[in-house]
């Protein structure tokens, strides 16, 4: 069973507490390894790093937070897995809307180039 504060991951999303997560780069590193190689221990996590057993553990729970990692008992071992489900809300909401600007930006800007739009009847 996956364990997660909410009950759910597509719920309880909270783009505050997920950029509070992702402005931390030890946590960062942290959802790379889990990208790379999904449901580690806390002891796979920390092989390699410059940090504390203790620190790491701080860190999933402030992502575990933030609903970027769920976990799940196997035996007498806590496997943590990426939830990308917080990163793609965002993304959705603050990119994308971003590019649709460029996009039509670029639309224009080719209608003005193939002589499509006529300028002087004011349409823009």
Do not use: Y
């Not at 719920?11 to 960062?28: C, K, N, P, Y």
């Not at 729970?61 to 799940?72: D, H, Q, Y």
């Amino acid at each position: 069973m996956v364990r997660q504060l909410t009950g759910s991951i597509f719920s309880g999303m909270d783009d505050d507490a997920v950029f509070r997560a992702l402005a931390d780069a030890s946590r960062r590193l942290l959802l790379d390894r889990l990208h790379r190689k999904n449901g580690q221990t806390l002891g796979e996590l920390c092989q390699g790093l410059d940090m504390t057993r203790q620190a790491v553990a701080k860190h999933l729970a402030v992502l575990e937070e933030a609903n970027l990692v769920s976990w799940k008992r196997q035996g007498r071992e806590k496997l943590h897995f990426i939830n990308p489900v917080p990163i793609n809300e965002i993304a959705e909401r603050w990119i994308s809307k971003f590019e649709r600007s460029r996009l039509n930006a670029l639309s224009e800007l080719k209608k003005d180039l193939e002589g499509e739009r006529d300028v002087g009847s004011g349409e823009e």
